[in-house]
């Protein structure tokens, strides 16, 4: 035997015996034997691509792991998971995550916040395909609130599927929003939201006119503003007073 086929031997053997490997093989002895018991036909297995609920509920047993049978469920996160990796490199899993029943992605735009992700991150990750102008640089230090954070764990949140933010929410500040405990999204929300509407897209929210991030806010009291400055060809994040308001300056509400 060669030395190159000697060694390419002992390769397949290292492999063959990982864990994950004989994990792969039992797995496949698995399915065959399912498959061989059923004998499905051609009708059966189309309908199993389909529609492969029943797929996970027998994966579930097999694992002992409940698998999530929502498909919009399944969907957002996995367009998550995908979007971390390819935005922030990161490596994400939201499989336990839980999606709220009344989510529907013809009317919602669903957020998840990964924990330990921070807004500079998600800048740096929009720079790599759009440009992004910032009154204060450092997001991180100027935000000194928000309403919700992913400090102790992944958390998701939906808003109306709004290309422009909340038009009920014109001509109100954030000071009037809170006396109303309104629950408005935050910035890092809002970066997140831009990210998704992006990535499937290609295309950028409030054109015209622009999300007051009442979840949010800096020194004094100071709320941040996020639009999409055509004329610049950039996202802006600027800052507005607590008391200010304007036609263009709306909150997106949280819905629950």
């Known amino acids: 035997m060669s030395k190159v086929a000697g060694k390419q031997n002992m390769e397949n053997k290292s492999f063959q015996g990982s864990a994950s490997f004989k994990q792969g093989m039992e797995l496949m002895r698995i399915v065959e034997l399912a498959f061989n018991k059923a004998n499905p036909s051609a009708d059966q297995v189309d309908a199993l691509v389909q529609n492969p609920d029943p797929i996970y509920a027998w994966a579930g047993e097999i694992f002992a792991k409940k698998f999530d049978n929502n498909k919009n469920s399944r969907q957002i996160k996995a367009t998550w998971q995908r979007i971390y990796k390819k935005w922030f490199g990161l490596q994400k899993d939201f499989s336990d995550l839980q999606v709220p029943e009344h989510y529907d992605p013809r009317k919602h735009f669903a957020v998840i916040a990964a924990q330990g992700l921070t807004m500079n991150q998600v800048v740096a990750g929009m720079r790599k395909r759009f440009k992004v102008s910032l009154y204060k640089e450092d997001l991180d230090a100027t935000v000194e609130h928000n309403d919700r954070d992913a400090k102790n764990g992944d958390y998701i949140v939906l808003f109306n599927k709004n290309i422009e933010a909340d038009e009920e929410f014109k001509n109100l500040s954030a000071n009037q929003l809170k006396t109303v405990n309104h629950k408005g ?58 008391g200010s308001s304007g036609d263009s300056l709306r909150s997106r509400a949280v819905v629950s």
């Open 185 to 242: 999204i935050t910035l890092l929300e809002r970066l997140l939201l831009e990210v998704l509407y992006f990535d499937r897209t290609k295309k950028h929210l409030d054109i015209s006119n622009g999300t007051l991030c009442s979840g949010s806010y800096g020194s004094g009291g100071n709320v941040p503003r996020v639009d999409w400055s055509s004329s610049d060809d950039e996202l802006s994040v600027s800052w507005r007073g607590s």
